[in-house]
């Protein structure tokens, strides 16, 4: 019954700005963390970001520090990306995952969603 869906990818020039969704259903919000990976070209999934539903508790990897914030909206069941000087290393597919821990790792997230595509490029 857990469901995750990402929304909000797209073409954007470098150094704009996109916000990503992850629309979310089925989850305990006391124990749940909601992280966002992204898989560039020819690279492995890496963890990004990671927030908890139950006191919005908040992870960065150090190369988005600055640039992107996670943030919750528990009664509209989302978690929102927003990504901002946006750089053609950030291409890739950008997930949202669900995990009873806290925890980034790929390996030990539950559920995930299908992706959403960023481009950026001139």
């Known amino acids: 019954q857990v469901q995750l869906v990402e929304s909000g990818g797209g073409l954007v020039q470098p150094g704009g700005s996109l916000r990503l969704s992850c629309t979310f259903s089925?989850?305990?919000?006391?124990?749940?963390?909601i992280g966002w990976f992204r898989q560039a070209p020819g690279k492995e999934r890496e963890g990004i970001s990671l927030?908890?539903?139950?006191?919005?508790?908040?992870w960065y990897e150090d190369f988005v520090k600055g640039r992107f914030t996670i943030s919750r909206d528990n009664g509209k069941n989302t978690v929102y990306l927003q990504m901002n000087s946006l750089k053609p290393d950030d291409t890739g597919v950008y997930y949202c995952?669900?995990?009873?821990?806290?925890?980034?790792?790929?390996?030990?997230?539950?559920?995930w969603g299908k992706g959403t595509l960023v481009t950026v490029s001139s």
């Open positions: 995952a669900a995990s009873w821990l806290w925890t980034i790792l790929a390996e030990h997230m539950d559920h």
């Open positions: 927030i908890s539903l139950k006191d919005g508790t908040t």
């Open positions: 089925g989850f305990n919000l006391d124990k749940t963390a």
